[in-house]
């Protein structure tokens, strides 16, 4: 039973992953979600229901349009198949619990930010409000509505100290030091999680934003760095091993 739970999981990851590479690149051009229909970004070829199954169709294309025989993008299916696996793994982690649907949420949020952020360094509003209501409904539904107004006081919370920080970065270097959308995301991560880890994400966002945005520097000299994704994956790995960091916590004694 297990398993066949775990398929299904890795079948919704994966077809979601599908809509949200959609979602991703179509909205911050201000394109719709409908139309036009997909199609080959080379010949315009409207992809067939069998050319749109997730994982299947690229391999069973050989990675290339059925009609120009251009290339198609590896990123799709490897995004497809690693949302997929989360999903079934975030199923045989946590079972049927408040643990999972906060994982498939926050799962989601991962695969949309680093699309969008990455490619067009925007951070989309409405999955941030549709994931701020979801997870608000689910502490309500699992906790009681005093645990879900806490939690709202905790995204709240984190919005201002972005806030504060993205200010106080504007004076110091005379740019804008956080971007709007990152500002955003930050009430979702107090949302997610408790004021003191939530400020671990904040952290560990950082470190893992270090190699990339250095990287960055030398090679392009680009200085503007999307750190969203990093925000983001970063809330995650606290989510997921929340007891691990409880220990570095316990420390600090917050």
Not at 36 to 62: A, M, Q
Not at 186 to 195: D, E, I, P, Q, Y
Request: with cysteine; net charge neutral; charged share 10%.
């Amino acid at each position: 039973m297990n398993f066949y739970y775990a398929f299904l999981f890795f079948l919704l990851g994966s077809v979601l992953a599908s809509f949200y590479g959609v979602v991703a690149t179509r909205l911050p051009q201000n394109q719709s979600l409908i139309k036009p229909r997909s199609h080959c970004v080379k010949c315009h070829h409207v992809l067939s229901w069998y050319e749109l199954i997730p994982i299947f169709s690229f391999l069973f294309l050989k990675g290339k349009c059925r009609k120009c025989h251009e290339k198609l993008s590896i990123y799709e299916p490897i995004m497809e198949f690693l949302l997929g696996l989360s999903f079934s793994m975030s199923y045989l982690f946590f079972g049927f619990s408040y643990s999972l649907w906060m994982s498939l949420i926050l799962l989601s949020l991962v695969c949309l930010i680093f699309v969008s952020d990455f490619q067009y360094m925007i951070i989309l509003d409405s999955p941030l409000v549709i994931s701020s209501f979801l997870i608000f409904g689910l502490k309500w539904y699992y906790f009681g509505i005093s645990e879900a107004w806490n939690a709202l006081e905790d995204g709240v919370i984190l919005f201002l100290i972005f806030l504060f920080i993205g200010y106080l970065g504007s004076l110091l270097f005379k740019r804008e030091a956080l971007g709007g959308g990152d500002i955003k995301l930050s009430f979702v991560m107090g949302l997610s999680l408790s004021t003191p880890y939530a400020l671990m994400a904040l952290i560990l966002s950082t470190f893992l934003a270090l190699p990339y945005a250095t990287f960055s520097l030398c090679s392009t000299n680009e200085r503007e760095v999307p750190f969203g994704p990093f925000l983001v994956a970063a809330l995650a790995i606290v989510f997921f091993f929340q007891d691990k960091f409880a220990y570095i916590l316990e420390l600090f004694r917050f």
